[in-house]
Nanobody, 121 residues
């Protein structure tokens, strides 16, 4: 069973930065990418960013393009999400996941427990 552990969340003022990490216990045999999703209270889980295991292709939601950067360290089975110019609307629980999809949460098989990001105005 693949385990994903997120870290790096916290409270930050608008305009600030945070770096999230997600360490996987192993790379699943059938896995295309690792992704970040977020869920704010009362809202559905939404795609944030993804990166493929092979090739390192990256994908971003329009709402975070130019502000967030996803990267990976395959040797450590770890993915990072550097979040800059944070806005109050970025406040959510952030989850990492791995699976065969890119932007659809239904295509991800393994999920972390989530880490809270709160951006104050």
């Amino acid at each position: 069973q693949v385990q994903l552990v997120e870290s790096g969340g916290g409270l930050v003022q608008a305009g600030g930065s945070l770096r999230l990490s997600c360490a996987a216990s192993e790379r699943p045999f059938r896995s295309l990418a690792m992704g970040w999703f977020r869920q704010a209270p009362g809202k559905e889980r939404e795609f944030v960013a993804a990166i493929t295991w092979s090739g390192g292709s990256t994908y971003y939601a329009d709402s975070v393009k130019g502000r967030f950067t996803i990267s990976r360290d395959n040797a450590k089975n770890t993915v990072y999400l550097q979040m800059n110019s944070l806005k109050p609307e970025d406040t959510a629980v952030y989850y990492c996941a791995t699976g065969l999809g890119i932007s659809s949460p239904n295509q991800y098989d393994y999920w972390g427990q989530g880490t809270q990001v709160t951006v104050s105005s």
